[in-house]
C-alpha cells in the first residue's frame, strides 16, 4: 500500500516539474494561462479602465516633452496628455512615424502636437530637439524620458557596439535630455517635472537583458539622485517600472517567438499583461499637481508580479487541493511524532 507520504511527494513532483497540465486541476487553484496565452480565469476580476482618470484641461496650458513618443507606450502618453489640454512636443529618429502620430492625435484632441526628429545619443541634437520645442511650444513644464532599446541575447554574445548602443540610448539618452531640461529649468528660476521610464527587474537583476538591465538601474539611481539634489529649485522627478506590456516594437524584439507570452502570464497573479493607457494613467498623474509631494520614487505597475517572481514559494499556487490535503497530513503526522 502507497503511503500518504509518498503519494504527497509524486504528486507534489509532477505539479511542480510542469506536468500539471496532464491533471484536471480547479479553477480555484489553476494559476497557469491558456495555451495561446489569452488572459487567465482571475483576469476578470482585474479589468482595464482606458478613459482618462485625471479631470479635463488637467494639462492645459502646459507643455510636454515626451522622448520616444511617436509609437507605443511614448504615443499612449502623448495622447492622453493631450487629451487633458497639453501642447506635446514628441521626439524620436524617425520623423516620418513623428509626423503621422502628431497629425493623429492633434486630429482627435484638438491639441498641437509638434515632431522633431533627433537622436538621443547626440547632445547637440537633444538640444535642438529641445530648442525647438522651446521656440514654437514653450519651454516643457514636464520632461517623460520614454526613448528605449532592449534586445534578448546570452551576455556572452554581446558585441562591445551591443553593449554601448543600449546603454547610450538608456543611460546617457535620459542624462542627457534631463541635463539639457533641468538646466534651462533651474536659469529660468522656473520649477518642473521629469519622468522617466524604466522596468521592474532593475530591482532583482535579470538574465539575457544586461545591457537594458544595467542601464535602467543607472536611470533609477538617477533619478534618486536628482530628486535629492534639484527639488531646491522645484524640480520633481519620478520613475514608472512596468512590467509586460504588449506593444509592437517592445515584444518584436524581446518576445519574437511568442512564446513569453504563454508562460509569462503565469508569473503575474492579475493574470493579465497590461494595457498601454494603464501606465498613461499612472504617468499622467505622476507628472501631475495632485503627486507634488511624490519625489525620487519607481513606482511599480506589474499586476503582482515583481512580489510573484521574488517569493521562494510562490510556485505553490500549482499545487492543487487535493496535493494539498497529502501535504497537510504529512505536516500534521511529523508534528505529531515530533511531540513523542
Known amino acids: 500500500m502507497i503511503s500518504v507520504r509518498h503519494r504527497a511527494s509524486q504528486l507534489l513532483r509532477t505539479s511542480l516539474l510542469g506536468s500539471s497540465q496532464k491533471m484536471a486541476l480547479s479553477s480555484s487553484a489553476q494559476l497557469s494561462s491558456d495555451q495561446d496565452g489569452s488572459a487567465m480565469p482571475q483576469a476578470r476580476h482585474f479589468p482595464a479602465l482606458k478613459t482618462p482618470m485625471l479631470p479635463p484641461d488637467t494639462f492645459k496650458g502646459k507643455v510636454a516633452f515626451v522622448s520616444g513618443g511617436g509609437t507605443g507606450l511614448g504615443k499612449s502618453m502623448t495622447t492622453m496628455l ?81 553593449w554601448r548602443t543600449i546603454v547610450d540610448i538608456v543611460l546617457n539618452g535620459t542624462a542627457f535630455l534631463t541635463m539639457d531640461v533641468g538646466k534651462r529649468w533651474i536659469a529660468a528660476g522656473r520649477g518642473g517635472v521629469m519622468l522617466n521610464i524604466t522596468t521592474t527587474y532593475t530591482r532583482t537583476g535579470s538574465g539575457f537583458v544586461a545591457p537594458s538591465c544595467s542601464a535602467k538601474a543607472g536611470v533609477e539611481a538617477l533619478t534618486q539622485t536628482l530628486a535629492a539634489e534639484w527639488g531646491r529649485y522645484g524640480i520633481r522627478i519620478n520613475c514608472i517600472a512596468p512590467g509586460p506590456i504588449e506593444t509592437e516594437g517592445a515584444f518584436s524584439r524581446l518576445d519574437p517567438s511568442g512564446q513569453f507570452r504563454k508562460v509569462g502570464m503565469k508569473a503575474i497573479p492579475a493574470g493579465r499583461f497590461g494595457e498601454p493607457e494603464e501606465l498613461t494613467n499612472l504617468a499622467t498623474f505622476l507628472v501631475s499637481d495632485y503627486s507634488n509631494w511624490i519625489s525620487g520614487e519607481s513606482v ?28 497537510e497530513q504529512m505536516i500534521r503526522a511529523t508534528n505529531k511524532k515530533s511531540k513523542l
Open 82 to 162: 493631450s487629451q487633458l489640454g497639453a501642447s506635446v512636443c514628441i521626439m524620436s529618429r524617425r520623423q516620418k512615424v513623428l509626423d503621422d502620430t502628431a497629425a493623429e492625435v492633434s486630429a482627435l484632441t484638438g491639441n498641437r502636437v509638434l515632431p522633431v526628429s533627433a537622436d538621443v545619443r547626440d547632445p547637440a541634437a537633444v538640444t535642438a530637439a529641445v530648442d525647438a520645442c522651446a521656440d514654437q511650444l514653450g519651454l516643457p513644464d514636464i520632461l517623460i524620458n520614454n526613448a528605449a532599446g532592449n534586445f534578448i541575447s546570452p551576455t556572452e554574445r554581446l558585441s562591445a557596439n551591443a
Open 300 to 327: 511599480a505597475i506589474d499586476g503582482g508580479g515583481l512580489p510573484f517572481r521574488g517569493g521562494e514559494f510562490n510556485q505553490l499556487v500549482r499545487v492543487t487541493p487535493e496535493q494539498w490535503d497529502m501535504m
